[in-house]
């Protein structure tokens, strides 16, 4: 009489053993899944300011221009706190061939550079007369770089001096003011008058 073992019996491979039921701590704590539109957010927002930014751009160029000319307008109303004062008289001073005094034209040049930054900063029916000025002073400022050559470029060289350089720099200023008034002028067109 022979006997014989039973062996076990292993689960075939492709079968997976089933996960034991979740345990009523584990129901009962929230799960935590990262949103899909959390990691959108810093993105949502600087399009928002993006859009922001974009709607306001022509009042935000006028008025950082504007404040910059009634900074420098208003430092020209005290003796000496300009670093361009004394380059500003002398190029008025052979604009207007000497015959006016330096203090009349140092405050005609503050009181202008004011009016002019007022008239960007409040804008509405004060741009237009700000935009001519401001183009009418530019013209002067650039004329610096014909009419006071020794201070404006540098000897035995085609680079500007320091003084030079700060008269450069106002191209940066007549841009933002053409793309302020091509649009003020573009979009608000006078009306023409009709013959009758």
Request: hydrophobic share 45%; charged share 15%.
């Amino acid at each position: 009489m022979s006997s014989s073992t039973v062996e076990p019996t292993l689960p075939p491979p492709d079968r997976t053993t089933p996960e034991p039921p979740p345990r009523e701590a584990d129901l009962a704590r929230p799960h935590h899944h990262p949103h899909p539109a959390a990691g959108r957010r810093p993105l949502r927002r600087l399009s928002e300011l993006a859009g922001l930014v974009d709607v306001h751009a022509l009042a935000l160029l006028r008025a950082t221009v504007g404040i910059v000319f009634v900074g420098f307008g208003v430092l020209k109303l005290f003796p000496s706190a300009s670093p361009a004062e004394q380059l500003a008289v002398d190029a008025a001073t052979k604009m207007t061939l000497g015959l006016v005094p330096e203090t009349v034209l140092l405050l005609s040049l503050a009181a202008l550079e004011t009016a002019i930054g007022i008239g960007l900063i409040v804008g509405r029916r004060l741009l237009r007369p700000a935009l001519v000025a401001f183009f009418l002073h530019m013209g002067g400022v650039f004329s610096t770089l014909v009419l006071l050559p020794d201070a404006m470029w540098q000897p035995h060289s085609p680079a500007p001096t320091m003084e030079g350089q700060y008269v450069v720099k106002n191209v940066v200023l007549v841009a933002v003011c053409l793309v302020v008034a091509a649009n003020e002028w573009g979009r608000h067109p006078r009306p023409r008058r009709t013959a009758g």
